[in-house]
């Protein structure tokens, strides 16, 4: 359980796909213009990497080597379009807004990358763990971006309005620079907050100072 736990939470921060391994970023920087589309882009990935972990895991013992990248391709294809027709039939707006992104998933470089490194020699429960610790992990980088950027672009947090009439946007966080500007920012944060884990907590020495 410990193993577990430990692999679930090595996606949200220590292992992050975004922030730490820097993986999958053309699609994050494209759809964090807005909070909506970071939620749905970071649920849709989650869906699709934990469901394509689990498959993988189940059947890795019946997958021929010589085969395998198709065969990966196959079932992440199957859950992106499923997901692609969840958001087609109930989130239209959400759907247009993302475009292309969505069916891009297929070749997202995080889900190829676990499934290949990771789903084809574990177990179920550790694909389980990791699929959501990665895709959480991502989600909530997503979001953040998604935030500053909605807010200093736009004035507004999900399309309500925030500031008065008198509020002029940044335009700057709207363009693909201001993506890029703030993701900098995060992936600064990431490498500051795992510098201060890999440290551990201060030594005293023995009159108690620092």
């Known amino acids: 359980m410990k193993r577990i736990f430990e692999i679930f939470t090595n996606g949200l921060v220590k292992e992050n796909p975004l922030l730490i391994l820097m993986i999958g970023l053309c699609s994050s920087l494209a759809v964090t213009t807005s909070v909506a589309n970071g939620i749905g882009m970071g649920l849709a990935l989650t869906f699709v990497l934990t469901a394509s972990e689990v498959v993988i895991s189940l059947f890795k013992k019946l ?53 290949e490194g990771f789903a084809s020699k574990e177990s179920l429960g550790a694909v389980v763990a990791d699929g959501l610790g990665m895709g959480l992990g991502y989600t909530w980088v997503l ?4 935030l500053i950027r909605e807010i200093l672009g736009n004035g507004s947090i999900l399309d309500v309005a925030l500031f008065g009439d008198n509020f002029t946007p940044i335009l700057f966080f709207a363009l693909p620079a201001g993506g890029f500007f703030v993701f900098a920012l995060f992936i600064s944060l990431g490498l500051l907050i795992k510098s201060i884990q890999a440290k551990g907590p201060v030594q005293r020495d023995k009159a108690g100072c620092c």
């Open 63 to 115: 997958i021929p080597t010589s085969v395998r990248i198709p065969i990966f391709i196959i079932v992440i294809a199957a859950f992106t379009t499923i997901i692609d027709y969840v958001l087609q039939a109930y989130f239209q707006g959400l759907s247009k807004a993302m475009g292309v992104f969505i069916p891009l998933i297929v070749v997202n470089c995080i889900i190829m990358g676990r499934a």
């Open 143 to 146: 979001i953040g971006i998604s």
